[in-house]
């Protein structure tokens, strides 16, 4: 992979954005196999846990050839760190690698990782010079508009791009009011008109066509939450009937007790099945079943008596 990889995708890229509890390898998977087209990038990793810690949290990072091309999400504050980290990402095959700038759950801030490093423009210059000296791969960045508002944002993305990062993507909202507000994507604008890197834009973007019109004078466009119990946001339209659902989420399911095995992955897959059925005739009696699933028989059918109870209410309907 070399440095030029984000520059030679087609555009618009569209990527499923990282985020941290969701997209692992068989989510990542299961947007792949929707759209073999997309970019994936994993869960924000601990650069700190790779150094002092690599086999653990390399269990965590692992993918499938699949998924490629997927890029590596690291975090953290040491530059140190970000070196070894940036050396376990090239070793396991990663197409790119991620520095996370962005991210404001409160442990995250307090730590001053993620999107603390908006406050800290030296500091996050000096990691991102760190990765990019030390690796054939692109490196990324992905971050928010700023702290409190995006003044500062195109004087960020310079900085940014001028201590060696490929490309940029931002979060089209601030710190302080982090997913409850409308994108401001006329900042992401002014800045892809001020850099010559790719911008990719993300937040409050719920379909393709959302993207599009949102992102159309940028690179691209992340699609994040909208993807929850609904890998089809990557192919535009979701299947109409949930019978048709049925091969992903059980692909999803299987994938994920492969990667993590019965105990961990019927756990996990509990609240993906949950969005699943959201909004689904009949569903809520089964969330208790889908809620205590043990095996992938349980979850097979719990998902057939779903569909079965939606032919029901279609044919009642009708009459």
Known sequence: MTKDFWKQLPRPIIGLAPMDGYSDSAFRRVCKQVNPAIVTVTEFTSADGLHFSTTA???KLAFHASEQPVIAQIFGKRVETFITATKVC???????????????????????HGVALRKNRDLACQLIEAVATNTRLPVSVKTRLGWTSGDDLVDFGVAVQNAGADMICIHARTYQEPYKVAPQYDRVYALKKAITIPVIGNGGIESLAQGHAYCGDLDGFYIGQASFGNPWVFAGEKPQRFRDRIPIIDQH???LFEAKGGYVGSR????????????????????????????????????????????YYETHSTL
Do not use: W
């Open 57 to 59: 949290l390399m269990r």
């Open 90 to 112: 090239e070793d396991m095959g990663f197409s790119g690698i991620d520095i996370n700038m962005g991210c404001p759950a409160k442990k995250v801030v307090r730590s001053e």
């Open 253 to 255: 399911a299987q994938y």
């Open 268 to 311: 996990e897959i509990r609240k993906h099945l949950l969005a699943y059925v959201k909004g689904i005739p009949g569903a809520r009696s089964f969330k208790a079943a889908l809620s205590q699933v043990e095996s992938l028989s349980d979850i097979q059918t719990a998902l057939r008596q779903i569909a079965e109870t939606e032919d």
